[in-house]
Structure formats: structure tokens, C-alpha cells
Nanobody, 128 residues
Framework: EVQLVESGGGLVQPGGSLRLSCAASGFTFDDYSIGWFRQAPGKEREGVSCISRYGNTYYADSVKGRFTISSDNAKNTVYLQMNSLKPEDTAVYYC??????????????????????WGQGTQVTVSS
């Protein structure tokens, strides 16, 4: 059984930092993309960042230069370092895993519909 366990959300002031973690287990795909989506109240779930097994990465324009995704393959864990956080980053962040290679289509508005596995979500609130 595939499991994605997230941690690291919380409340932070504007300009602050948080690091999200996603520990994955139970999968044996030859190739995959693993990343983060977020969903704010009243908005669609959107792709934020992704990293593939072979190191391809994707960042949404809204987070480029502020967020960094990385992976520890020995621990099957993916991290999202979020710096210079803004109130508009407030959302529930979900870890996502699928077999679509090279983080393809992560910028598509409906990319979340083809994700195979989801984490439970972790709340990130940026507020003073």
C-alpha cells in the first residue's frame, strides 16, 4: 500500500520560512513524479513544485526563487523548503505521487485530476 505522510506545516509570519516533508512508502515504480499541490479556500488545487526520480523539477511561477524542492532517495522523502512566505501562500499543501514522468503537465490547471496518490494535507498559514 502506497502511503504519503506529510509534516512541517504551521503558522508563520510574512517573510518567514517553513520546510514541508513527505515520507513515501510502499511503491516500486520504475519512474515517477512526486511533488506538492496546494489548495486555498474557494480555489482549485494547483501544482506548486515537483521532482522526478531522475531529477527533473518544476516550480509554479508564483513560487520560483522562494521555494526549493529536494529529495533524499535513501529515505524516500521529499522536502519543500519555503522561504519569503507571503499571505497568498496560505493553503493546505498536499504531497502527490504519480507515474507521469519528468513532472510533465504540472502547470496544467487540471493536473491534480491525474495524480495517483495523495497525502493527508498539511495547513500552511502565513499571517501577522
Amino acid at each position: 500500500e502506497v502511503q504519503l505522510v506529510e509534516s512541517g506545516g504551521g503558522l508563520v509570519q510574512p517573510g518567514g520560512s517553513l520546510r514541508l516533508s513527505c515520507a513515501a512508502s510502499g511503491f516500486t515504480f520504475d519512474d515517477y513524479s512526486i511533488g506538492w499541490f496546494r489548495q486555498a479556500p474557494g480555489k482549485e488545487r494547483e501544482g506548486v513544485s515537483c521532482i522526478s526520480r531522475y531529477g527533473n523539477t518544476y516550480y509554479a511561477d508564483s513560487v520560483k526563487g522562494r521555494f526549493t524542492i529536494s529529495s533524499d532517495n535513501a529515505k524516500n522523502t521529499v522536502y519543500l523548503q519555503m522561504n519569503s512566505l507571503k499571505p497568498e501562500d496560505t493553503a493546505v499543501y498536499y504531497c502527490a505521487l504519480d507515474t507521469i514522468v519528468a513532472c510533465a503537465y504540472y502547470s496544467d490547471y487540471d493536473r491534480h485530476l491525474i495524480v495517483d496518490y495523495w497525502g493527508q494535507g498539511t495547513q500552511v498559514t502565513v499571517s501577522s
